[in-house]
């Protein structure tokens, strides 16, 4: 169990440990000497203790466009003291104004948007519309996916610790994620491509009719660690999905709104249209917004009844439209494009330095550390992880962990993270990085 010597912090930890489910406190990021926070400004957040920090991980990649941003902030109280809740059983403007952003702003194919609360109902909602659609069942995904924590969500995430419950369904599988830092052989990216296309036609020759609703993914995945797809994944499989009857579900939870640099989603990088999108964390700076984008047929294919209570609403739709107008008027995929270049660059000469360092990938402000041990066997070492995190935080900077192993480090700016922060972050990382060598 975790314990804290500082005072406040202690008597917080104290009595979360007394009411909130046990597992909570276990999984505190710093777990030795937890953080409790009081408040946040922009690019930083404060602890009880008076503490300062420079958030470099955005609650998980949610925090878009920095604490209490005087935008969105302003946006959602405005709203906030005009109409909070009608239900879906009255026209909202602002939903229909989200909607129609989402449909600017996402690959031409998708025009209608169905909103939920998080990223779980995201990817249900998906599903459900690619099950209903096709006719089909059987739902293809990635191992070392994360999506979410509904009954269907846990089965699809494919990280044994995460699933809970002992309810699963026999109808999603998995095929190999495209982590090529952990294949074994030496190949060439073509045999690469071609090794996990096999394997894909080989999943649904022989676990499924040979039909599929669809195939799931993560263009990069975030709680596995920022395992980035190779540039030529989706254009190969895509054949193979539409043969088999199915769908292409991009889940953009961790890589929408600019966060990959240079567009607004991270699939545009790999030059597919998916028939289905889904969004959440940080399309709202914090709120809680899911949203489920798909082609028209798609959503045509839904005769039956089906209602969010809290989706949608006009709060809600206020702080996901300033935010995403925020990030479009202050050219936030190209900055993250360009602060990404640096703190990659500078994450690649980390790399000469520490033998370690098993890895660097990610793309925009999305990057990530894999930590092994260093006697080219590749075996994590989560020990690292944690080490940096915690002497990172020392220093006065957060960053996050991920990965099936737990050994990879994530680091992930606000999109509007500037020069000078990113500077410092970058000075940080090296020397909590010469702390823990
Ligand atoms: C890629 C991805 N999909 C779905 C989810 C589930 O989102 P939520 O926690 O909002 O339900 C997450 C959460 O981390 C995620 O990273």
Redesign the pocket.
Known sequence: MATATNSKTQALLARQEKYLLPIMSKMLLHGSEPIAMSHGKDQWLFDVEGNKYLDFFGG?LTVSVGHANEEVTNATIEQLKKLQHTSALYINELTIIMAEKMAEVTPKGLQYSFFTN??????ETAIMLARSYTGNTDIIALRHA????SSA?MTMTAHGPWRLGNVFDGTIKHVKNPYRYRFPLEVSDEEYLDYLVDDLKEMIATTTTGKIAAFMA?PIQ??GGFVVAPKDYFKRILPIVKEAGGLLII?E??TGWGRTGKHLCGIEHWGVEPDIM?F??GIANGAAV?ATVMTPEVAKSITGPTLSTFGGNPVSMATALATINYIQENNLADNAQSQGETLRGAMEDMKKQYDFIGDVRGMGLMQAFEFVVPDGSKTPDPSKASALVDAARKRGLLLGKGGLYSNTLRIAPHLNVNTNDMADGIEIIEAALKDIA
């Open positions: 998980i998080s990223g779980t109902e995201a990817d994360y999506s979410g924590r969500m993560e975030g709680v889940d939870v961790q889904t959440a964390k899911g």
